[in-house]
């Protein structure tokens, strides 16, 4: 997808002013996943505990990263399948295509990955002249209207009803359907049908992974749709595309952290479907793939063990973040600009995209620190995103005005007697300005503050003139 | 160096150490083959005679239907009944599947049965189930030659044969009853599918649908009586 | 830690409030020491150092900590009327010091004795009520400070409901961000206006006739939002009215 994270602010702007995005995010905010999460989370007594020893579990697997991923390959030869070690995109994106042209593969359904959306796989596999068909309704909607995801879980969220009627009478028009449906139960029910055939003709599978187990060679998708299986177990291939970061040692390894993924990512006990998938078809099978491929993807993880982005490998993808930030909330996802948005996103895409690119979205955020109280990983989201301020500010990303402000400004902060003198100077210029009024329309040099809001006005003396003559007084 | 070591070695590299010694290795391959069970949640530690009204509650939720046969004979009339009331073909795509073809289907005939993997035109599919889940009712369904795993997802209504004493409290137990019937080897199949309701998607202004790929419908016949199949 | 009966009080009184609101300095002073406390205040002090440290200058900021430490040294408790400068000595020093072998326990021990305004009087020494007045409707929002670092939502709530008169209502959605978030505020200003648009909606939907919160930052914020709306809502720091002392005008309203 083409980055515009460095258009943040326009972006921001323009999603604002977007009617109709507007209304999907007032949609989201009143009847969406924060209140489902919150209900889920009371019904679970046990639920900050699990926290708790999911966060352990996870850290130990990082901190023996090679340990399993190396057990993991193992028990994926031992059931029949094979391992591709990957360690950027464009190494994923060649094997995925060379997987697909060993299939002779015209098209390739595909469930949802963030991880594809990374590597940008589905335009190199057009390129590359095949086909690849997104199976999960939301990816299915953005493909047809030819626009990135807006959110983790749900990603056409962007778009509202009338916008994807409209898009399957124009897309399904060579299928034979004419009728413009409007309700949402007639939409489901014809692209229910129009995939059916596709998921029966592709020859190709290719799903992400929410969990690798390292004890089974074991590939989990959690999904509600049916749309992941139907992918995987129809084709003579299954490509897995997974970064490496998604192991975890047992199965009962992973029941822990499937009870904190669904409760944090819409509110439901359990998404309809978690599907456990080990190697290809069996002797006797009936169905399932001929050929089972896990591609593991590095792509820049392994540089952030060690690092102050640590923590945000232990991410599990539920979105509960973007949920419940007040920023998302405002301007949706695509404003992010690319691949990841929300609090997720400030954190870990001026890794992949560089900080010149994405130095925006560790920046807008007023650290009001939902997102790491609803994470069900305790991700220190907050501290990262501040991390790469320091970064910004460092490596002179920052603007010059930025940092020459927090220069002057700190300047004066370090040298008290001064700094009262100062401050007790704009007070009481301040104060002289807004009058009996009491606040100010304008004041020069604030239009960000002013442009919505009036400033209250200082009351006229700073409280240090106020308890210097108090105590002059008291004294005399 | 191939790609796999070199991202070993990065790993390596990031985290401050080289290669593990043996006797780590070794620790963390037993806390692999103890395999414990995390915290549980007291809710599904519950009692058997317990066990099934929290499954059956959880699972009515999130829209499975439920049925009950007092043993395997009556199994038969309760899918006819389920069909009729719903206006569904007596066509059916079973799992071919030792232990369900020993019930006696034939004292509905009317039942017309079609033994193997589900096929696009298969509106109805029936299968057997390994295990349910209480804590979040959850059914546990493990791929075979007898039980092939497209017969859970193509037809448009699935419908599932439970044994009461096959419902467990988690989905760790569904696990244990599975390593156990296989000990000390390979024990995963192909496929373990853990469904939980009919398919769903709210990609459409966050509004609930139902049949997004997989089955529209989802019905369990619990059948009570714990004996062994027949 | 040494044990007075007067228990020895450092005041943090936090830039925003030295220069636009110094009664609720004095306020904070009050009730400390109605509360048995000896109130000092620092002359050395200027501001805990979170612009530059949210900024992303380390240095700047762990050169006005160092300051603050420094000055803060002798007191068994340092009380600030502000979630955001109170979160900013009690957790966030610590982590800029966690590195630096000579001022780590130093940091810590400052992060010991540091304590919101409210939650000091609740939680440390005991106050159950306050002898203060107010009639009205009021509501209260978390700072996400207060809440989310220091765990304040209880006390304040519980101190407010012991004033005679006064009636408080909970304001919907009380624990989300009002957009004020320091110089977020400024840098992403329409995104920021847009936050306290919402935030000021739900104080209007409250049906309170005054706003209390126990930050400067985002009174500032949220009165600034409502008057620019004409509203009547009128907006103080929670310490005013804790203290009886809220005859003069309130945040952005005009003298008389």
Redesign the interface.
């Known amino acids: 997808m083409k980055i515009t994270s460095h258009a943040f602010k326009a972006n921001a702007h323009a999603a604002m002013g977007n009617r109709t995005l507007r209304g999907a995010l007032e949609r989201m905010e009143t009847g969406g996943f924060s209140a489902a999460r919150v209900a889920a989370v009371a019904r679970l007594p046990e639920f900050d505990e699990l926290r708790d020893r999911a966060v352990e579990i996870k850290n130990h697997t990082l901190a023996h990263l090679d340990f399993y991923l190396e057990r993991f390959e193992r028990e994926v030869l031992a059931q029949g399948g094979q391992v591709h070690w990957c360690a950027t995109a464009r190494e994923a994106r060649e094997t995925i295509l060379s997987l697909c042209r060993k299939a002779d593969a015209k098209t390739a359904t595909k469930g949802k990955s963030m991880v594809a959306e990374e590597i940008a796989l589905n335009p190199f596999l057009e390129q590359n002249g095949i086909a690849p068909i997104e199976t999960d309704l939301g990816e299915y909607v953005i493909q047809l209207a030819d626009q990135p995801p807006s959110h983790i879980i749900v990603p056409a969220v962007h778009l509202n009803k009338e916008q994807i009627a409209d898009l399957f009478l124009k897309h399904h028009a060579q299928y034979g359907k004419t009728e413009r449906l409007t309700e949402a139960q007639a939409l489901v029910g014809e692209a229910r049908e129009i995939m059916r055939q596709k998921y029966i003709d592709a020859d190709v599978g290719i799903t992400g992974a929410n969990f690798l187990i390292a004890e089974t060679g074991t590939t989990i998708i959690a999904t509600n749709e049916g749309n992941g299986d139907l992918t995987q177990m129809l084709p003579k291939m299954h490509i897995v595309i997974s970064s490496i970061e998604k192991v975890l040692p047992t199965l009962e390894d992973a029941c822990t952290l499937l009870r904190l993924l669904a409760r944090s990512a819409t509110g439901q006990e359990s998404t309809v479907y978690t599907t456990f998938s080990t190697g290809p078809k069996r002797p006797g099978d009936l169905d399932g793939p001929d050929e089972y491929h896990v591609v593991l993807l590095d792509n820049g993880r392994s540089g952030m063990l060690g690092t102050e982005l640590q923590d945000a490998l232990r991410c599990i993808r539920c979105g509960a973040c973007l949920n419940d930030c007040p920023v998302y909330r405002s301007v949706g996802g695509h404003a992010y600009g690319w691949v990841y948005p929300g609090p997720i996103g400030a954190a870990i895409d001026p890794l992949f995209i560089g900080l010149e690119e994405a130095a925006d979205l560790p920046g807008a955020s007023s650290f009001c620190g939902k997102c790491e109280e609803v994470c069900p990983m305790r991700i220190p989201l907050p501290n990262i995103m501040r991390y790469w301020r320091e970064q910004a500010f460092e490596r002179e990303v920052t603007p010059l005005s930025q940092r020459a402000g927090i220069t002057v400004w700190a300047w004066f902060a370090k040298r008290p007697a001064l700094y009262r003198r100062a401050a007790g100077i704009a007070v009481a210029a301040l104060a002289l300005l807004a009058g009996r009024k009491g606040r100010l329309r304008r004041v020069p040099f604030a239009e960000g503050w002013t442009a919505f809001r009036d400033l209250p006005a200082p009351e006229g003396r700073t409280f240090a003139q106020q308890w210097r003559a108090q105590a002059r007084k008291r004294a005399s | 160096m191939s790609t796999g070591e070199h991202i070993f070695a990065r790993i390596r590299a990031g985290l401050g150490r080289g290669p593990l010694s043996a006797e780590t290795v070794a620790q963390l391959e037993s806390r692999i083959a103890a395999h414990a069970p995390n915290l549980i949640p007291a809710r599904s530690r519950v009692p058997e005679a317990e066990r099934l009204a929290l499954f059956e509650q959880m699972a009515e939720e999130v829209g499975t239907t439920f049925a009950h046969a007092a043993s395997y004979a009556d199994v038969p009339a309760a899918l006819l009944a389920y069909l009729c009331e719903h206006g569904l073909p007596e066509q059916l795509r079973m799992s071919p599947d030792a232990a369900l073809g020993r019930i006696p289907w034939n004292v509905e005939p009317g039942l017309q049965i079609a033994r193997g993997r589900a096929e696009p035109a298969d509106l109805v599919g029936v299968t057997p189930c390994f295990a349910a889940v209480a804590e979040t009712g959850t059914l546990v369904l493990v791929s075979s030659g007898e039980r092939p795993a497209t017969l859970n997802f193509m037809p448009d209504t699935h419908v599932v044969i439970l044994a009461a004493s096959d419902v467990f409290g988690t989905s760790e137990d569904a696990f244990a009853k599975l390593r156990a019937a296989h000990p000390g080897g390979p024990f995963m199949p192909r496929t373990v599918n853990f469904v939980t309701g009919p398919s769903r998607t709210a990609d459409i202004e966050l509004t609930i649908v139902r049949g997004a790929h997989g089955p529209r419908r989802l019905h369990v016949i619990v059948v009570r009586d714990s004996g062994a199949p027949p | 830690m040494r044990k007075t009966a007067r228990p020895q009080v450092g005041l943090f009184?936090t830039?925003l409030?030295?220069?636009?609101?110094?009664?609720v300095?004095?306020a904070a002073v009050k009730l400390l020491e109605e509360a048995g406390c000896r109130v000092t205040?620092p002359?050395?002090?200027?501001?805990c150092?979170q612009?530059?440290?949210?900024?992303?200058?380390?240095r700047?900021?762990s050169?006005?900590a160092r300051?603050v430490i420094a000055a803060f040294r002798e007191f068994d408790y340092v009380v600030v009327p502000s979630g955001s400068c109170g979160g900013m000595l009690k957790l966030h020093y610590p982590?800029l010091f966690a590195g630096d072998p000579g001022l780590r326990e130093a940091a810590s021990d400052l992060a010991r004795r540091t304590y919101e305004l409210v939650s000091f009087l609740t939680d440390v020494l005991g106050v159950e009520h306050v002898d203060a007045r107010f009639d009205g409707k009021v509501t209260y929002h978390d700072s996400?400070?207060a809440l989310?670092?220091l765990g304040v939502q209880a006390q304040p709530r519980k101190l407010l409901d012991s004033v005679t008169g006064l009636h408080r209502t909970e304001l919907p959605h009380a624990?989300?961000?009002c957009?004020?978030?320091?110089t977020?505020?400024?840098?992403?200003?329409?995104?920021?206006?847009?936050?306290?648009?919402k935030k000021a909606a739900s104080v209007v939907a409250s049906g309170a006739g005054t706003l209390l919160s126990g930050d400067m930052g985002c009174l500032?914020?949220i009165?600034?939002?409502l008057?620019?709306d004409g509203s009547p809502v009128a907006v103080r720091h929670v310490a005013e009215v804790l203290a009886g002392m809220t005859e003069?005008?309130a945040?952005?309203?005009?003298?008389p």
Do not use: H, M, W
């Open positions: 009184v830039c409030v030295d220069v636009f609101r110094p009664s300095g004095f205040v002359e050395a002090q200027t501001c150092g612009p530059a440290y949210n900024s992303g200058d380390r700047d900021a050169a006005i300051s982590a996400c400070s989310r670092e624990d989300v961000c957009g004020f978030g320091g977020f505020c400024v840098k992403y200003s329409e995104i920021s206006g847009d936050i306290v648009r500032l914020n009165a600034g939002k008057k620019r003069s005008p945040i952005g309203d005009a003298r």
